[in-house]
């Protein structure tokens, strides 16, 4: 026997291994399936039967029958059931009729199958019947006196045990694409429930700029960007990312994944903080720049917890260990309030506030007027404590400042103008004794030469005696 024969005669004791096997072992190796694959026994049972209904289309059955196959995995019971739709009896002629619109149409006098045809060009008794899966009411009265339209006529027919190769591949390729379509409907639902939370997961691969990241039943996909600015990412590193979108693909599932989205930085907090798990503290917005500082603001729902500092921890360890898993990542926490203008203040932190102005309109706008010294906190580098405070509050913040008695930059450089002005005119009023104070200066300027030269000429001459 050649070996290339070996995977055929395999395939041809498929079916027959289901009807010898004791009823154990089918029920064991079903559940192993639905272990693996994360499928439901009803699926498994389902693909099957599925499986056994093609075997036997395939070697026994007849185009024009509906084939069906029950098997009871509790004793292990097989049946087949040729199964048709009742439907109204069809017009005298009809067959006839069918056959002469076939005729013109292969001829080019149709220009589309008979199928395909309008009801106003086939006619309203042209309906469609298909004898695979349907049957006349006058037929199924001869097997069922009290059937009616609508429903199923079951013909059980004899049960066949012994499968040709070609009928047990068929099942084969059968049970292999329904259960991989089983397992993929699975993998979907299972994501898509899960978008927009935590999860953790395994570099399995980089090709160039995208990681792939191995989430146990799926690989997830995290595009470049999604990735952390100047993140480094390692085959088997263990990294945490956050589910943002999942697509069906020809391919199966896709499920892409991000570590730039604020909703990892709030799944993270809710890791490391109990209060957060446990509902005592909330974060109510987050603002974020991924890779460079990461802006949240907080509130208790006791007044015995401190919700900023619950979220910090005993000696920052909290806050360090989601620092750490977001690359070094600064983060501000801030208090939550229901006043506007004191939640602006807050979350222009680390800078001190003077006083905030809103301005409510088509765009809400606020005032803020920081001290000098406080003016460079409050704008940040490139704008950054700004603009993460203006998407924390939802607010437009303009940056205004102030001196240090409370007057604004632009009238306290009037008042410098000013004095500009009349030190202009106090040195106008002197510069009558202008002339008067040039020639002294000329004289001392000469003395200071001479002395120059004086010095320089008795260090030549000692020179020259050494």
Request: with cysteine; net charge negative.
């Amino acid at each position: 026997m050649s070996i290339l024969e070996i995977p055929f005669r395999i395939s041809c004791f498929v079916l027959r291994i289901l009807f010898c096997m004791a009823q154990s072992e089918v029920a064991k190796a079903m559940k192993q399936i639905c272990e693996e694959k994360g499928i439901s026994y009803e699926s498994v049972l389902e693909t099957v039967e599925m499986a056994l209904a093609a075997a036997y289309r395939k070697d026994y059955g007849d185009k024009t029958q509906n084939i069906r196959v029950h098997f009871n995995p509790e004793t292990g019971e097989i049946q087949a059931f040729d199964v048709k739709e009742v439907a109204e009896d069809l017009p005298e002629g009809y067959w006839d009729e069918l056959k002469e619109l076939e005729e013109k149409r292969r001829a080019g006098e149709l220009p589309a199958p008979v199928e395909a045809l309008p009801e106003s060009e086939v006619g309203e008794e042209m309906r469609k019947f298909n004898p695979r899966t349907q049957v006349e009411l006058k037929d199924a009265l001869l097997e069922n006196a009290d059937i009616h339209i609508g429903e199923e006529l079951r013909r059980e027919l004899p049960v066949q045990t012994d499968f040709g190769r070609m009928a047990a591949q068929t099942a084969k390729q059968v049970i292999i694409q329904r259960i991989r379509e089983a397992e993929r409907a699975t993998i979907l639902d299972e994501f898509s429930s899960k978008k927009g939370e935590l999860v953790a997961g395994f570099i399995q691969r980089v090709e160039g700029k995208w990681v792939f990241v191995d989430l146990g039943r799926a690989v997830a996909s995290l595009p470049p960007h999604e990735q952390i600015r100047g993140e480094q990412y390692r085959v088997g590193q263990r990294v945490k990312v956050v589910i943002v979108e999942v697509n069906q693909t020809s391919k199966g599932p896709e499920v892409i994944v991000s570590r730039t989205t604020p909703e990892l930085v709030s799944a993270l907090f809710a890791l490391e903080v109990p209060e957060i798990a446990a509902g005592s503290v909330e974060i109510r917005a987050v603002a974020r720049e991924a890779g460079s500082r990461s802006k949240i603001a907080v509130l208790s729902h006791e007044e015995n917890i401190d919700p900023v500092g619950s979220c910090v921890g005993q000696r920052g360890s909290r806050v360090q260990t989601v620092i750490q898993e977001l690359a070094g990542e600064k983060i501000d926490i801030i208090e939550w309030d229901e006043n506007v203008e004191r939640f602006i203040g807050y979350a222009l932190s680390p800078a001190k506030v003077d006083r905030v102005e809103c301005v409510e309109g088509n765009e809400k706008i606020a005032r803020v007027y920081v001290k000098s010294d406080q003016l460079s906190l409050a704008i940040g580098r490139s704008g950054q404590n700004v603009r993460l405070a203006a998407k924390l509050t939802d607010w437009k913040i303009d940056i205004i400042e102030v001196t240090q008695s409370g007057t604004e930059v632009e009238q306290a450089e009037n008042i410098e103008h000013e004095g500009e002005e009349s030190r202009e005119d106090g040195e106008a009023v002197s510069s009558d004794n202008k002339d008067d104070a040039l020639p002294a200066l000329q004289d001392d300027e000469v003395d200071v030469d001479q002395g120059t030269e004086e010095t320089t000429t008795e260090e030549n001459n000692s020179s020259q005696s050494e």
